[in-house]
């Protein structure tokens, strides 16, 4: 593997289960972690010489498509931002520090490690409706497709990966 790559990791679906509603709707639990070289380069030391030259931000992009047997279902959008801003907290030794914008809400870490966590690693409940699925086996699939673009710190890149298959049983 190049040292200059970067890769979706750990990529799990899990947990079929079936949650009272108004209707019954299947919640599945994706959770993966982007490794290797955009998450060894988010660093305090990098994120402030591209504030010093105006790349205030990274954008993640991550496209999930959910497929039912190979057809895809659903799609859903999420962005996670980080922020490079100037700061005067008491509690961070730098000058240049970075937020966290995941589904709407900002974070504040207090080190690289928690900002990296929180950036790069994802859980998140999928809901199924019963419409979605067919009578009998259901073979239930995510397919990843991450990007970002060019940074002063990192190239422009799409990520894409299939999880493995959960198997649903609707009567």
Known sequence: MDENE?????????GAQERPMNEKLYMLTLSFSIE??????LTQKNWEKAYNKHDNSL???IKLDIKNNGRIIESI???RKAIFFWTRNPKIDHRI???IVKDDT???PLEEEEARQLLFDFNRDIEIKPEALKKGKNNIAVFVELSWGKHEFIEKNTLKKESNIQQIEKD
Do not use: D, E, H, N
């Open 106 to 108: 900002p974070f504040y």
């Open 97 to 99: 520090w970075i937020m």
């Open 6 to 14: 970067s890769r979706i990791s750990a990529l799990t679906l899990g």
């Open 59 to 61: 954008r993640l992009t």
């Open 77 to 79: 959008k999420l962005i």
């Open 36 to 41: 290797g070289f955009i998450r060894q380069v």
